[in-house]
């Protein structure tokens, strides 16, 4: 029997309310009034001043959002329970395992309402294993896995919650306003400014509905196994039959929630408020509040089955292990979208086969052939064949190796070469095979336009040669240990894939395939790197025992084949690698309108001092071009995932008390930040600390601050995809 209880601290942000300490979000707002000459009223000298003093929450509101959601701990805790016995014809195991966790939002539907929508999860495992002895060689088996899930949680999510956090402002209405007497409803407060359609408050998103869903997972497994030793010694027959069912039932509750903003308020001389609110729904009038039922459901089945033989036996130095194997599978979704398609069955079967030798424990040698079948292509194609070789060479086994060996305990060297497939065609079926939309296009004619004729289009052409992308795969690597306390291991990888999955991009208009899609095995890349291990072990006298891992893996892809039609050549992606993004290059800001005229810059209008100026990057690779656009970009240095990912920690263990700790990063990965920038066309966001500290202003013509200069309205210019945004995310 184990119990655990665990308390989480959630380490939540500080940065928004920072804000307000140094320069408020009011003074801010005007700043992007001014700078951008937007003829909306700013906020007033008085608004402001009470805002600072805090004279009232609801005519002078100052709402840290973060704390009205978030809180400060989450508490989780975990019971398990182990039961095995059993005899000689028949033994089981059995495992409970009960975990519980709370989320990180405060209780704010209780505040308001009857229900409580905070984060609950409840998880149930059971497993069970039966084993019988039908004899001497012979042994059937029952696995038995069943999960249970229970989970309560509002309707909105915790991504939209967050980003609500950010992009709702502090300043231009409360949460909500007080009760009047007259309202039946919560009258919740939001941003005026903003069109009905953009507004949000997520204390009111948050609080108005639940989901409450269950989900079940059950896997029976029924494996026999057989030795055949009466055939021959080493020889075994195992077959296993799998029958997985998951299904999710989510009963949610949702209401509307009715939109206020402070059209006047006054103050009498007793110093109490009084308020005039006006309605802002979309509708123009109330909505209803009540709780609207709803019910979602979904599921899938999935059944495998695998039959192997293997043989494996020792003949005085040599080791002969061989396996064969075949393996169906068939997973069928439970839709209730009507979608024919996705109903269908997904099926795959193979076969493989392996061959491995060992001589003396010094050389050791492996060879596998995989065959398999996919729904995904056309007959003729459906088939691949995988083949691998790998070798070992254990020097420390050989004689001459053993006046080393007080040194040099172990040591290996391993080397492999092998194919592999990879049928995932990036979610769509049939490929293959042609799609079209019977009432795709048309046209309208008729003395009053009032006659439509519509036909069949084609929204993806068949592709009958679409076949398996095909990985080749090398590896050479070293298993070293030194003074039976250090083990290190070190692998150099490299891998080639072809046959990649592509729409085609090089189909131009005038053919007039328009929107059609078309399929090929188009692309290439190659991938490499290496990967190193380390890990010490040491028994200090009878008590003490301190251990370190350290790990440090290197991986660099590049594509070296790709359908496109790039507009100049050096933003092709051939070369570059999977997940690099594509920056414009900034030259600081603008100093003044001269230098704004010199620029023949046109990304947007109205550039000004204190924007973003970019490089003519066009011109710089020698293209005849003295406009800088939305065109000149080139690629980033680093991709968005780490190319170097590494790890290390100590473990020490004196007598039963345990201490370890384990350090991990990443290194050679860029962050391009976006959907932060504090106003615009249909936002009002906080504004970040840093942005307050380090910007361009009238009062700071900064032309290398770290924020260009703040517009109301939304500056195409400033908001393009940028080395201005790129980051270390190292």
Known sequence: FQAEDGIRDTNRSRGLGDVYKRQTYMDLFNESLLNGGSTESPYSAEEIAGTRAGLNPYAYPNVNWYDELFKDQVFNQNFNVNI??????????????????????????????????????????????????????????????????????????????????????????????????????????????????????????LASGYQDNFRSTVVAALEFEQKLNFITEGLRFKALASFKNWSSTTNSASAGWNKYHLQDFSVDDNGVYSFVTRLQNESGGEVSTDLKPGVANSGDRRFYFQAIMDYNRTFGKHDVNAMFIYNQDELVTQLFSGDLIAALPKRKQGVAARLSYAYDGKYLAEVNMGYNGSENFAKGHRWGFFPSIAV???????????????????????????????????GARFVYMPTINLTGTGYTTGLDGDITYKGPVYSRYGNPEVTWEVGKKVNVGLDLQLFNSLNLTMDYFHETRTDIFQERGTIPQYLGTAGTKVFGNLAAMKNQGFDFAADFNKKIGKDWFISFKGTFTYAHNEITKYDESPKYAFQSKVGQSANIPSIMISDGLFKDPDDVKN??????????????????????YGYDDDIVDISDWVWAKNPTVPEIVYGFGPSIRWKNLDFSFFFQGVAKVSLVMSDFHPFGDNSLRNVLTWIADDRWSPDNQNINATYPRLTRDTSVNNTQRSDYWLRNAA
């Not at 309202?183 to 407060?189: A, E, L, R, S, Y």
């Not at 620029?599 to 710089?620: E, F, P, R, T």
């Open 392 to 426: 070992g060479y254990n020097i420390s086994e050989e004689a001459f190796f053993e006046p080393l060996k007080n040194v040099f305990s172990n040591m290996k060297i391993r080397a492999s070469w092998g194919l592999v497939g990879n049928d995932n065609i990036g």
């Open 84 to 205: 095995r016995g059993g005899g000689k014809r028949v033994d089981y195991f059995s495992s409970v395992t009960v975990n519980h966790e709370t989320g990180m939002i405060k209780n704010r539907s209780k505040d308001f309402f009857s229900y409580n929508n905070n984060i609950n999860v409840m998880r149930y495992s059971f497993q069970n294993n039966i084993n019988a002895y039908l004899g001497k060689d012979s042994r059937l088996s029952l696995r038995l896995n069943v999960q249970l899930r229970k989970t309560k949680q509002p309707n909105i999510s915790m991504n939209d919650l967050f980003a609500g956090a950010i992009n709702t402002s502090p300043v231009e209405a409360p949460v909500y306003f007080p009760d009047d007497g007259v309202t039946t409803h919560i009258k919740w407060g939001v941003n005026d400014r903003l069109k009905p359609g953009q507004q949000q408050n997520p204390v009111a998103q």
């Open 599 to 620: 620029s023949n810059q046109q990304i947007g209008g109205n550039l000004s001092a204190g924007d973003i100026k970019y490089v003519n990057i066009s011109k710089l």
